[in-house]
């Protein structure tokens, strides 16, 4: 009986019930705005540490929160740096919290679809580890919110203009989505005006195995991808229909592609170190 209960409190552990909407709300309250220089310099960290980063792969994990965070050990294994689960994950506050409890501290976690009904949420994303939140659009208070919780804002544009104006908010980052309706040529073009050169862009939606070189060479910092770097299985229960055709996908396909890309980001990192180390020296 003794090793029946111990049995329960360690499957207790390892799958703790979906955290509820009072829940989120009350843990929410808690965190309180940090001091400016020290958001500032937080959000600054971030960005290098995502630019470095090179890809930014993203769980929109619908299917089991323990898949999703094996996922993302095995992207971790591979190279990968910074991982975004977004918040229509199944219990998007377990990923997060298992991904931060169970990756290397040098791996950044974030948060991805912040909508308006969901900005309240964000200091909860603080306290289980996110560095970083996006969204597809710029609801209402994200930007404001986040930069007074030291998290980089990533609200999406489209448009030079959209873009331009985040930069004049403040917002270090900006979401050019869907990036698949363009061409990393036009991002090319656009950083190549005046003042637009300063703008860091992470395309996403349409960026692809084949196109994630073009997207650096054009001037993108980092590049989001998601089902088709991290796998589709990801998305579907456990023994669903489509799961194990998803799985043996993974296995076949993606996963030794998803390697070889992480690899890319890897080279590409070390020549942008190393090519800073030498401007600095002949400074």
Request: charged share 20%; glycine share 8%; hydrophobic share 40%.
């Amino acid at each position: 009986q003794q090793q029946q209960q111990q049995q329960q409190q360690e499957q207790e552990l390892q799958e703790p019930p979906p955290a509820n909407d009072y829940l989120l709300r009350h843990l929410s309250s808690r965190s309180a705005p940090l001091p400016t220089d020290v958001a500032t310099s937080r959000i600054e960290e971030t960005l290098q540490k995502l630019r470095k980063a090179g890809v930014l792969a993203i769980l929109r994990a619908k299917g089991s929160p323990e898949v999703a965070v094996s996922r993302a050990e095995e992207l971790v294994a591979m190279g990968c740096r910074a991982i975004e689960v977004t918040m229509d994950s199944t219990d998007w506050p377990r990923v997060l919290r298992e991904m931060r409890k169970r990756l290397p501290s040098d791996v950044l976690v974030g948060l991805g679809t912040v909508m308006d009904d969901t900005v309240a949420d964000l200091p909860l994303a603080v306290q289980l580890g996110a560095t970083f939140a996006l969204s597809p659009v710029d609801p209402v208070g994200f930007v404001d919110s986040c930069h007074k919780l030291g998290l980089l804002a990533i609200p999406s544009g489209f448009s030079s203009n959209e873009l331009w104006r985040y930069s004049c908010r403040g917002v270090r980052l900006m979401k050019l989505f869907h990036a698949g309706t363009i061409s990393p040529a036009i991002l090319s073009s656009m950083l190549d005006v005046g003042p637009l050169k300063q703008l860091n862009i992470l395309p996403t939606g349409g960026v692809t195995h084949e196109n994630a070189e073009a997207w650096w060479q054009a001037g993108a910092p980092v590049i989001g991808m998601g089902n088709n770097l991290v796998g589709s299985d990801i998305a579907i229960k456990v023994g669903g229909a489509g799961f194990d055709e998803a799985r043996k996908e993974w296995e076949a396909t993606l996963k030794p592609r998803a390697k070889r890309l992480f690899e890319l980001a890897s080279r590409r990192g070390l020549q942008q170190q190393q090519q800073q180390q030498r401007r600095q020296q002949s400074q």
